[in-house]
C-alpha cells in the first residue's frame, strides 16, 4: 500500500490508515440512526444501502432474512460499517423495542405521512422492505410511524437504495453533527 499509494474508497484524512483504525475512529462519531433492510430480492440493493449508511455514519444496519447478498453494490463500505443479520422481522422488532429505537417504516402506502414534512425520532430505526412487495404486513403494522417520499413522475416508486439514501440524509439534516462531515 505505501509502495503503490492507497488506492481504496476511503477519504483522503484516511488514507494509509489500518482498517481497524478507521473503523474505531468512525465509531466515536456514529449517529443513533439504525437502517433496516427486510429480504431484499435485489442483492445489490443491499450494497447501496450499506454504503450510504457508511457515508452517513450510521451505527448499525440490519439485515433481515437471508444471509447472503451482493456486496458488490458496498464498495467494500461493509468492512467498516456495523452490519447485523435478524433471521426474521419478528427479532428486528424485538431488538428496536429493547434498544429503545422508534421503528420508522419507509414505503408509499396510504396513509403515510410525508418524509418531507416529518420530523424523524432521533433514536430510530429506518426500515425499507423489498423492491416491489415493500415493507412486509408484519413490520407495517408494528412501525409506530411509516412515512413516503413524494414523487412526481410516472413510476411507483424509486429505488430502494434511493429511498434509504433520501431518508438518512433526511435524518442527518434533522438530528446529524453537520460540523463533522467532511
Request: hydrophobic residues 45%; aromatic residues 6%; glycine residues 8%.
Amino acid at each position: 500500500m505505501l509502495r503503490d499509494g492507497d488506492t481504496r474508497n476511503v477519504v483522503d484524512a484516511y488514507r494509509y490508515w489500518t482498517r481497524e483504525a478507521i473503523v474505531a475512529d468512525i465509531d466515536t462519531r456514529r449517529h443513533p440512526l439504525h437502517v433496516a433492510i427486510e429480504n431484499f430480492g435485489h442483492d445489490a440493493n443491499i450494497g447501496g444501502v450499506v454504503r450510504t449508511a457508511n457515508a452517513f455514519a450510521v451505527d448499525t444496519v440490519h439485515i433481515v432474512g437471508r444471509r447472503r447478498w451482493n456486496r458488490r453494490g458496498a464498495m467494500v463500505t461493509d468492512r467498516y460499517q456495523r452490519l447485523r443479520h435478524h433471521d426474521n422481522t419478528a427479532e428486528l422488532l424485538s431488538f428496536a423495542a429493547d434498544a429503545g429505537l422508534t421503528v420508522v417504516a419507509v414505503d408509499i402506502v396510504p396513509g403515510a405521512a410525508r418524509l418531507e414534512q416529518t420530523t424523524l425520532p432521533r433514536d430510530c430505526l429506518l426500515l425499507f422492505g423489498q423492491e416491489g412487495p415493500g415493507i412486509s404486513e408484519d413490520a407495517r403494522a408494528l412501525a409506530p410511524l411509516t412515512v413516503s417520499i413524494a414523487q412526481f413522475g410516472s413510476t411507483r416508486s424509486i429505488n430502494v437504495a434511493v429511498a434509504a439514501g433520501i431518508a438518512m440524509h433526511t435524518w442527518i439534516s434533522q438530528h446529524g453533527n453537520i460540523a463533522q462531515a467532511w
